[in-house]
């Protein structure tokens, strides 16, 4: 029962924000000056307070693909 609950179709609606805040962190590193998604935050400095989940979904992604995603959400 645990298993069918947690290994359903991932349901978030931001799923496409960690992975594209992952791509970012990949390349520019969790101390980057902008944030290219945060565009209204004006001139703050970003706060990379999930980068490593980010960048980790990112490598999921990348490696596995979307089914990989979902094995790792299951």
């Not at 029962?1 to 805040?21: E, Y």
């Amino acid at each position: 029962m645990l298993l069918a609950v947690v290994a359903r179709p991932l349901a978030t609606d931001d799923t496409w924000w960690h992975l594209a805040m992952g791509r970012f962190y990949a390349s520019a590193g969790p101390w980057a000056e902008t944030d290219p998604l945060l565009h209204t935050a004006g001139t703050r400095s970003p706060v990379p307070q999930e980068w490593l989940f980010q960048v980790a979904l990112h490598d999921v992604q990348q490696v596995a693909g979307f089914h990989g995603l979902r094995a790792l959400h299951a």
